[in-house]
């Protein structure tokens, strides 16, 4: 692994990864693709911007001159794909762009390796991508966990499109040989995820004194994973993963939402003993529930501390403290973000059809 392919690298978890490819390998050549959607912030990478072994593209992998041309120029050895719409509410409301970026996206981006690793043929050539847990769909109560040999059975539209694009990439391994590897993570929360996700908006609500939206009875059940965790667990797939093989990234933490809630929001609490808002918890709301929204979600990660010996370092509540602090002495950050009017429209329209306005 010299030269080092990121596509969606703006966006939540792939700057993270971004950073810490920088922290751990400054030997390699760093080129980031994304088109900037309004999850994509060129910010998040402000401090690596003039570091020599980084450098940004703004294009759409679906534009196959572009990456064919991104390939050839700078020598790619390893493909790392963290492109995609990944919202589900988002999804539920409109679901065409996650079709076109998830699986369109995603065909296109494998067409453009395809033609030049097989113009190589050379070895240790990597594509590795991006997935989620919710393509196993929904557990009950007592069921085991997800592992790498269950049955896909998505059951929103983003879960779809995650799923048809895991096929895809499978399926170009299997037909035309090209050395993949896929990862399945679990729910990650972090510095610099886009604050429409649930730790980010619980925080930010919590600041401005805004009501803490709880989908349901909020008894649903997440796995949570810190992203500097599945950072260094893509790492070690990409060093030491069996080609053409799927390994399961968990947090092993299994909240649920209510849970979650009522941790940051007493961790805000005593971080900001002086908040108008404090207890932060007598701003949680129960709206109503989403569709089709998955009750329970769990990772068996036996394989991938087994064979390439990851954990996770960060516990949830370590994890958690980390997360807040960030957000707090990033309030420019976010405040950059929530003023545009199209978050707020989205905000807005997403939650006052549910009562949580």
Not at 92 to 103: A, D, E, M, S
Not at 117 to 122: D, F, G, R, V
């Amino acid at each position: 692994m010299n030269h080092v392919l990121i596509t969606g690298g703006a966006g939540f978890i792939g700057s993270n990864f971004i950073h810490r490819l920088i922290e751990l390998r400054p030997d390699l050549l760093i080129i980031n693709l994304d088109l900037l959607t309004y999850a994509g912030n060129k910010d998040n990478l402000k401090s690596v911007e003039d570091n020599s072994q980084y450098q940004f593209i703004h294009g759409d992998i679906a534009d196959q001159p572009l990456v064919e041309s991104i390939l050839e120029k700078y020598q790619i050895d390893t493909v790392v794909n963290f492109a995609a719409e990944s919202h589900v509410d988002r999804s539920i409301c409109g679901p065409i762009q996650f079709l076109n970026t998830n699986v369109v996206g995603t065909g296109i981006l494998l067409e453009a390796v395809r033609k030049f690793w097989s113009s190589k043929n050379t070895t240790g050539f990597r594509f590795h991508h991006i997935s989620t847990d919710e393509v196993f769909g929904s557990l009950n109560p007592g069921e085991p966990p997800f592992n790498e040999a269950s049955q896909y059975s998505p059951n929103s539209p983003y879960s779809a499109s995650k799923a048809a694009s895991d096929h895809l990439v499978r399926a170009y391994h299997h037909t035309y040989g090209i050395p993949i590897t896929i990862s399945n993570c679990t729910n990650n929360y972090g510095p610099y995820q886009f604050p429409e996700k649930l730790i980010p908006l619980i925080i930010m609500n919590c600041l401005r004194g805004k009501s803490l939206p709880v989908y349901g009875d909020g008894q649903q059940i997440r796995d949570w994973l810190y992203v500097e965790d599945h950072c260094d667990a893509i790492l070690q797939i990409l060093e030491h993963g069996k080609v053409g093989e799927t390994y399961l990234i968990g947090g092993e933490n299994q909240p649920s939402n209510l849970e979650i809630i009522h941790q940051i929001t007493g961790l805000l609490d005593e971080l900001l003993p002086d908040s108008p808002y404090s207890p932060h918890s007598s701003l949680i709301k129960f709206v109503q529930d989403r569709p089709g929204h998955d009750r329970r979600y769990a990772m068996e990660i036996s394989r991938i501390q087994n064979e390439l010996g990851w954990s996770p370092k960060h516990n949830l509540a370590s994890g958690l403290r980390a997360t807040v602090e960030w957000y707090l002495s990033h309030q420019d950050w976010v405040n950059a973000l929530v003023e545009k009017e199209s978050f707020s429209t989205w905000i807005n329209n997403n939650y006052s059809n549910r009562g949580g306005n």
